[in-house]
């Protein structure tokens, strides 16, 4: 077993199997790829924002995905750590459900935008005061539903 000066690190989906895999940056070592290979066995959503103006990712937005009685809440936001960042978007867990019932994003300004029934194992881009699309991965986002 190596053992490893590491300095960073960054959970993301890389490989948009739904579950998240991991990467480790080392001081003077090579980085290393943990992908997670159990793949996802639950549901998943990944939420995408595009911003108007200076703010073009939503940094600072709040989203929320509502699933039956559970509501869970992610913040989008950049620099949380030395050396390495996640990337700007939230990815939620869904266990058994088959669809968000409600996606609400509070953007930094203070708008809301609100989506009913939402697909689930899906990456979601929403455009701040438009519509909400299905981003097909490896391809350019699909818009499928107006707010």
């Known amino acids: 077993m190596s053992i490893y000066d590491a300095r960073g690190f960054v959970p993301a989906d890389f490989d948009r199997d739904g579950d998240v895999d991991m990467f480790v940056f080392n001081n003077a070592q090579p980085a290393v790829y943990l ?9 998943w959503v990944a939420v995408q924002l595009r911003g108007k103006s ?58 809301v935008q609100t989506f009913e029934n939402v697909d689930a194992n899906k990456v979601v881009v929403v455009e701040q005061g438009g519509e909400l699309s299905y981003r097909a991965l490896g391809a350019s986002a699909q818009k499928v539903q107006t707010q």
């Open 35 to 43: 992908q997670n290979e159990f793949g996802a066995r639950r549901s």
């Open 54 to 111: 200076d703010n073009k990712r939503g940094v600072g937005a709040h989203v929320r995905v509502h699933t039956g009685e559970r509501t869970q809440l992610r913040e989008i936001h950049t620099g949380s750590g030395y050396l390495a960042s996640p990337p700007p978007e939230a990815h939620f867990g869904l266990g058994d459900a088959k669809h968000v019932d409600r996606l609400e994003v509070r953007w930094p300004n203070g708008d």
